[in-house]
């Protein structure tokens, strides 16, 4: 009876008995596939390229038009695809990018578990290691160049000495990001302190270690280019600086892209040992911390 | 596991002796801890409660051998506790399992660590059993990230078990759990406990959850930190969730309660 009347009361106070479906907004960009978006932004960026330079608003010496760049990328594309002179230059500047990244992940790993594990490191060292990360470290480019040469030695030097920092910093943080339940764990289980280390530390740290090295493989490149703009050399960096001195700015600009090409791929590269190594990661994309 | 046949009552041998126990830390001559004297008998349950700041961590990591007293004696069968022991099982509040083993091999990391990586793989099918055991059959290549909160912290009981420590040290083992799946976890605990004749001590904040599953319940008082009363809780065996409807359940939680509000106004 009593179930009967509620029934009715429901009835009456609504007009009809239709189901309630109304319709959520969602916002546009949610429904935009995400490379319809990028092409989206760079059709702008280059649009409003283009319509800079073809109404004469710069100087085309400061600013080439997005078409004199593009031939010169293709005239830049065959010179590299048939082994020509610049290609000779480009793996110069790739084995500077190798040697100095492979020296600074030896360097900045070693640094980073002296600091992160050991109190001693800590205490003494650490002061030290943030001094001198907050010194312009470009500046040290003539310091190498009188050390090592003009050859390749001095812009490896540089590319792992701008790289190593935030490899440290990495492998440090993320020694000490195990937490405390983890710890106390390993502790009642007897582990030895290389066990805990071995075992417990690292593989909780690899995230942050991974995060230092991206960070690194980006600073790596800077510091390879930089040495060659300040120490001569046969590189890459050194036809930017030709081409530069010669106001050939599509050539610069071409070079630029292709010199981005191998930053990217040795950024993906980390990426691709970080997604095997760290399988358990959630991803985010573009991101430091968690991509 | 345990062929033996079970002791129902408390009345085994003791295995857990404490006997005036004290902590005073060095850093700023706090007492943690004050002549805390406790027996824990095979196949017994034992509950410690008590605001914070009453010690009871304390008790727990100088039990666990992780911190040594200042005063008394702390012995598990016949040995002095001197540090971490492989007859000492632990659990915590969370799970803690490495997201880059899997269950088994979580499962048998205590075994990897003290006996290397040979004796770990022997201790596989024994994981696999323990996994049974706990009701997680056929998860033993999952990887934790595709557990739930409470398969999680079943898998870290097989842990605790794979080395048939004598005694199990439970740090809140649930409270990061949901209540509904807390409750039925305390009652999995029971009757894992009382398969494996295992000797339990639990330090949690929940009164109820002290009363259902123990034997004895130890209510400590802070500043410092020391035992108030033991209370003996002599509900019939197995527990089941009903019994907390009872009114024995009731006055044995009114009496630990008003306890607790006594040690709070000193």
Sequence with gaps: MTEYQTNSTAHTDNDTDEDTVWVQEVAFIDSVPRWIAMIFVFVVFVGTWQLVTSLGLVSPIIL???????????????NLLSGGYMLAALWITIKEVIYGFALAIAIGFSLGVLVGETAFGEKAVMPYLVAI???????FAPLFVAWLGFGIESKVALAAFIATFPIVVGTAAGLHAADENARMLFKTM??????????MKLPSGLP???????????????????????????????????AASQLNTPRVFSLILYLSLVGLALYLLVQWVQRTAVFWQKESVGSYDAG | MAEETYVGAPSGAPVYQLARVGKTYASNQVVALEDV????????????????GCGKSTLLKIMAGLIPPSRGRVVLQGRPVTGPRRDIGMMFQQATLFPWKTAVENIVLPIEIRDGKAAAKKAMDKATELLKVVG?????????????????QRASICRMLITEPAVLLLDEPFSALDELSRDMMNME???????QDATAFLVTHSIQEAVILSDEIVV?????????????????????????????FGSIVDHIRSMLDKGEDM
């Design chain 1, 133 to 139: 990360d907050t010194m312009p470290k470009v500046a």
């Design chain 1, 64 to 78: 080439p038009t997005p078409w004199e760049t593009l031939s010169d990328m293709i005239f830049v594309g065959q």
């Design chain 2, 37 to 52: 004297s406790l027996t824990l008998n095979k196949g017994s349950f034992t509950s410690v409660i008590g605001s914070s």
């Design chain 1, 190 to 199: 007897g582990a030895s302190r290389m066990q805990t280390l071995i075992k």
């Design chain 2, 189 to 195: 605990l029971q009757r894992i406990c009382r398969e």
């Design chain 1, 208 to 242: 942050q270690i991974f995060t230092g090295l991206k960070i690194g493989a980006v600073g790596v490149m800077a510091g390879a280019i930089t040495g060659e703009f300040l120490g001569g050399g046969k590189g890459f960096g050194e036809l930017i600086r030709v």
């Design chain 2, 220 to 248: 400590m008082k802070p500043r410092p930190g020391r035992i108030a009363e033991i209370v003996e809780v002599d509900l019939p065996r197995p527990r089941s969730l009903d019994m907390m409807t009872t009114p024995k």
């Design chain 2, 136 to 152: 997680l059959e056929g998860f033993e290549n999952v990887y934790p990230n595709e557990l739930s909160g409470g398969m999680a």
